[in-house]
T-cell receptor, first 116, second 115 residues
Framework: SAVISQKPSRDICQRGTSLTIQCQVD?????MFWYRQQPGQSLTLIAT?????????ESGFVIDKFPISRPNLTFSTLTVSNMSPEDSSIYLC?????????????FGNGTRLTVT | AQTVTQSQPEMSVQEAETVTLSCTYD???????LFWYKQPPSRQMILVIR??????QNATENRFSVNFQKAAKSFSLKISDSQLGDTAMYFC????????????FGQGTILTVHP
């Protein structure tokens, strides 16, 4: 199964700044996703990172706030822009194996972001 | 739209005993997959077990098994012989339609295993 490395594992940032989170998969995967987990909450899908094209965002999330790159089949970045304290969350990268539609979704260890 | 509901915010169990976590869901898709993920304090999301909706047989994975009731849209997780390492947040999740990687998660159940 795919092994997903995410960095940084945590960061404390000042409001108004931006942070880029990196996600590296140890094998080529077809689909990569970014999730947000707000404190004490469940996971919410931010967007699907598409290789070679613009990311597909879920309702409530926009590219200007969460720009995403996916230059190849093993790597993606998520930027949290112009941060505010409400952006304090865990951000998780996930990827689905190339084993077909019933292959499971694997997750990175997440990035714990605190905005002061 | 898909929804997943976990009605038990917290559960506790004694070591070596059995516990069942509840999950109900709603989807208009005919083909879908259900999952249970475990998130320990390390925050790593770990896949515990998965179930294809078109399979009638309940999935099992060592000490973990599910009771999948398709008509009732229910998908409970049974943990047998509970271990201290099972202490974690457990999320039920649903993936359906054409994007099986897009998961809808329930609110989570915090499970504490007591020695």
């Amino acid at each position: 199964s795919a092994v997903i490395s995410q960095k940084p594992s945590r960061d404390i940032c000042q409001r108004g700044t931006s942070l880029t989170i990196q996600c590296q998969v140890d094998s080529q995967v077809t689909m990569m996703f970014w999730y947000r987990q707000q404190p004490g909450q469940s996971l919410t899908l931010i967007a699907t990172a598409n290789q070679g094209s613009e990311a597909t965002y879920e309702s409530g999330f926009v590219i200007d706030k969460f720009p995403i790159s996916r230059p190849n089949l093993t790597f993606s970045t998520l930027t949290v822009s112009n941060m505010s304290p409400e952006d304090s969350s865990i951000y998780l990268c996930s990827a689905r194996d190339r084993g077909g539609e019933n292959s499971p979704l694997h997750f990175g260890n997440g990035t714990r972001l605190t905005v002061t | 739209a898909q929804t997943v509901t976990q009605s038990q915010p917290e559960m506790s169990v004694q070591e070596a005993e059995t516990v069942t976590l509840s999950c109900t869901y709603d989807t208009s898709e005919n083909n879908y997959y259900l999952f249970w993920y475990k998130q320990p304090p390390s925050r790593q999301m770990i896949l515990v077990i998965r179930q294809e909706a078109y399979k009638q047989q309940n999935a099992t994975e060592n000490r973990f098994s599910v009771n999948f009731q398709k008509a009732a849209k229910s998908f409970s997780l049974k943990i047998s012989d509970s271990q201290l390492g099972d202490t974690a947040m457990y999320f039920c999740a649903l993936a359906g339609g054409t994007s099986y990687g897009k998961l809808t998660f329930g609110q989570g159940t915090i499970l504490t295993v007591h020695p």
